[in-house]
């Protein structure tokens, strides 16, 4: 089953906007992961935000982590076509262990030029 | 280009079939995790192995297994194949055991389609 849910299932702004997608999650995690994939290539790992950060920033990429709603937001600023691509959290087990992650339905973005 | 190597790209076999699929981690990384990625079921982890001993199992099908060599590259075995098993199959891997702190890099995958 899914972990995580993004929200929206599908976004298409023009280049130069902002967009930024949201991902809910269920039970209690370590750290959240953002990875994008371009159209049936392998996921890119994009950040990563452990489970007491609120907030990251890397390059246009902002993430926001609350773990009291359990939801986690990715924003993309100044946006280019070379963004359009799916976009899916993903979360890793809390408590002791490694474990593979979880991944959401993800958010297929697109980048009008 | 993450570091990570799968082959083949491509696959098309029938339905009873089996498969191989096979992934080199990047250079150092000792964790190995396999990926199913399909329309119906999104990506779902399958297993993970580390350092040569399973550590983790997903959603694995009984009619599928994996194992991890002494040079740390990985094999899916894919039986039995129905054709619902059509799917991305992807491999990543990762340094460390570390509780997933750490990022995975996925490689390209392979193609499964099972007519």
């Known amino acids: 089953s899914q972990q995580g849910e993004e929200d929206p299932q599908a976004l298409s702004i023009q280049e130069g906007e902002n967009a930024t997608m949201n991902c809910s999650y269920k039970t209690s995690i370590n750290n959240l992961q953002w990875y994008r994939q371009n159209s049936g290539r392998g996921l890119v790992h994009l950040i990563l935000i452990r489970s007491n950060e609120r907030e990251k920033h890397s390059g246009r990429l902002r993430v926001t982590l609350d773990t009291s709603k359990k939801s986690s937001s990715l924003l993309i600023t100044a946006s280019r076509a070379a963004d359009t691509a799916s976009y899916f959290c993903?979360?890793?087990?809390?408590?002791?262990?490694?474990?593979?992650?979880?991944f959401g339905k993800g958010t297929h973005l697109i980048i009008q030029p | 280009d993450s570091g990570v190597t799968q082959t083949p790209k491509h696959l098309i076999t029938a339905t009873g079939q089996r498969v191989t699929l096979r992934c080199s981690p990047r250079s150092g990384d000792l964790s190995v995790y396999w990926y199913q990625q399909s329309l119906d079921q999104g990506l779902q982890f399958l297993i993970q192995?580390?350092?040569?001993?399973?550590?983790a199992k997903g959603n694995i099908l009984e009619r599928f297994s994996a194992q991890q060599f002494p040079d740390l590259h990985s094999e899916l075995n894919l039986s039995s194949l129905e054709l619902g098993d059509s799917a991305l199959y992807f491999c990543?891997?990762?340094?460390?055991?570390?509780?997933?702190?750490?990022?995975?890099?996925f490689g390209p995958g392979t193609r499964l389609t099972v007519t």
């Open positions: 993903a979360t890793g087990r809390s408590g002791g262990g490694a474990d593979g992650l979880t």
């Open positions: 990543a891997s990762s340094p460390s055991l570390a509780r997933t702190s750490y990022e995975q890099y």
């Open positions: 192995y580390y350092n040569g001993e399973e550590r």
